[in-house]
Nanobody, 128 residues
Framework: QRQLVESGGGLVQPGGSLRLSCAASGFTLDSYVIGWFRQAPGKEREGVSC????????WYAESVKGRFTISRDNAKNTVYLQMNSLKPEEQAVYYC?????????????????????WGQGTHVAVSS
């Protein structure tokens, strides 16, 4: 059974950092596009960052460029999202998702409904 499990969320002060992890079981991540998405109360789920399966190409939402970094460790079957300089408006539930590559990574990250497998989410709170 395919499963994604996120971890690493928590409470951080504005300007702080967190590293989220997305661990897969039941399948290997290296054949899939992996995306990080977030959803705040009352808002739609939005793509934060995605990484391709083949060449490691990445995409970031404009609002997180320069502050967030997505990476994958195929040996650990895990994808990470390093988040620096967090802002209060980035408080949300963060989800990772996986799906076979069907479009360029940017297009996929802008269409979360394309993703077939989702984790349960991890909550990120940014507050002083």
């Amino acid at each position: 059974q395919r499963q994604l499990v996120e971890s690493g969320g928590g409470l951080v002060q504005p300007g702080g950092s967190l590293r989220l992890s997305c661990a897969a079981s039941g399948f290997t991540l290296d054949s899939y596009v992996i995306g990080w998405f977030r959803q705040a109360p009352g808002k739609e789920r939005e793509g934060v960052s995605c990484i391709s399966s083949s060449d490691g190409r990445t995409w970031y939402a404009e609002s997180v460029k320069g502050r967030f970094t997505i990476s994958r460790d195929n040996a650990k079957n895990t994808v990470y999202l390093q988040m620096n300089s967090l802002k209060p408006e980035e408080q949300a539930v963060y989800y990772c998702a996986a799906t076979p590559p069907v479009l360029p990574v940017q297009a996929m990250c802008l269409a979360p409904k394309i993703f077939a497998s989702w984790g349960q989410g991890t909550h990120v709170a940014v507050s002083s």
